[in-house]
């Protein structure tokens, strides 16, 4: 971007504070984060002293960008508020970071006249500042928007430290599919084998997995099997 931005971010949870973070440490000022929970606004001066912690309605008065890190099936009602109060301005940016929605969850919005934008960093959050950061330097982020402002949000994800992935409206459905079977089929296949090897008394478990754990993430990705069956994997697992 050629010029920097006064940002608000809309949620202080791993998301927003990771945003928030990068976003400052791209040279933009954030001048609010918005949260109600007090557990999350003393996060928020750990992680960003002196940052304002304000409501929503006063978050996004007068800034040029508006960052909804928030669930996505919060979206829609907040917009709608918003919208009711008006309180979004004219030539106002707004983003999300939901995997589930492209820009279209700001329609209710455009009457106001607002730049409407998508932008999901395909990352696991952890809530560690530190260690989100790096991981937002090395992600791919999914971006969407007006075709005329497409060049906007793509020099936002890169300013974020990742790579801009363009996924339309009409890949929107089987991108969020995607990245919720990868969350969750990790999640329940760690577990499993990490409770296999406690239950045996095997000490560094997660360690030990650490190892087969990428190195067979990296080899599948690689030969790009689409599709697996379950009694392959049993076959594969006794030799």
Same mark, same amino acid.
């Given at each position: 971007?050629?010029?920097?931005?006064?940002?608000?971010?809309?949620?202080?949870?791993?998301?927003?504070?990771?945003?928030?973070?990068?976003?400052?440490?791209?040279?933009?000022?954030?001048?609010?984060?918005?949260?109600?929970?007090?557990?999350? *606004?003393?996060?928020? /001066?750990? !992680?960003?002293?002196? %940052?304002?912690? &304000?409501?929503?309605?006063?978050?996004?008065?007068? #800034? $040029?960008?508006?960052?909804?890190?928030?669930?996505?099936?919060?979206?829609?009602?907040?917009?709608?508020?918003?919208?009711?109060?008006?309180?979004?301005?004219?030539?106002?940016?707004?983003?999300?970071?939901?995997?589930?929605?492209?820009?279209?969850?700001?329609?209710? *919005?455009?009457?106001? /006249?607002? !730049?409407?934008?998508? %932008?999901?960093? &395909?990352?696991?959050?952890?809530?560690?500042?530190? #260690? $989100?950061?790096?991981?937002?330097?090395?992600?791919?982020?999914?971006?969407?928007?007006?075709?005329?402002?497409?060049?906007?949000?793509?020099?936002?994800?890169?300013?974020?430290?990742?790579?801009?992935?363009?996924?339309?409206?009409?890949?929107?459905?089987?991108?969020?599919?995607?990245?919720?079977?990868?969350?969750?089929?990790?999640?329940?296949?760690?577990?499993?084998?990490?409770?296999?090897?406690?239950?045996?008394?095997?000490?560094?478990?997660?360690?030990?997995?650490?190892?087969?754990?990428?190195?067979?993430?990296?080899?599948?990705?690689?030969?790009?099997?689409?599709?697996?069956?379950?009694?392959?994997?049993?076959?594969?697992?006794?030799?």
């Amino acid at each position: 971007m050629s010029s920097r931005l006064n940002v608000a971010v809309i949620g202080a949870g791993p998301v927003g504070l990771a945003m928030a973070k990068a976003i400052s440490d791209a040279g933009h000022s954030i001048m609010a984060i918005a949260t109600t929970d007090p557990a999350r *606004a003393e996060q928020v /001066g750990a !992680v960003l002293p002196g %940052i304002k912690v &304000a409501p929503v309605i006063d978050a996004v008065a007068g #800034v $040029d960008l508006v960052i909804f890190a928030i669930p996505g099936e919060e979206l829609a009602s907040l917009v709608s508020g918003l919208v009711k109060t008006e309180s979004l301005a004219r030539g106002q940016l707004v983003a999300h970071t939901s995997p589930d929605y492209g820009y279209e969850v700001f329609d209710e *919005a455009m009457s106001l /006249g607002v !730049v409407p934008m998508a %932008i999901h960093p &395909a990352i696991r959050f952890t809530g560690i500042s530190s #260690v $989100d950061r790096t991981r937002l330097m090395d992600a791919y982020i999914a971006v969407d928007s007006p075709k005329a402002v497409l060049p906007v949000v793509q020099t936002l994800a890169i300013e974020l430290g990742g790579e801009p992935v363009h996924v339309p409206a009409e890949a929107r459905a089987k991108y969020a599919e995607a990245i919720s079977v990868a969350s969750s089929f990790t999640s329940l296949i760690v577990g499993q084998a990490v409770t296999l090897l406690e239950d045996a008394n095997i000490d560094k478990s997660r360690q030990i997995l650490s190892g087969i754990m990428r190195s067979a993430l990296e080899e599948s990705l690689r030969s790009a099997v689409v599709e697996i069956d379950p009694a392959d994997l049993l076959e594969d697992d006794n030799q």
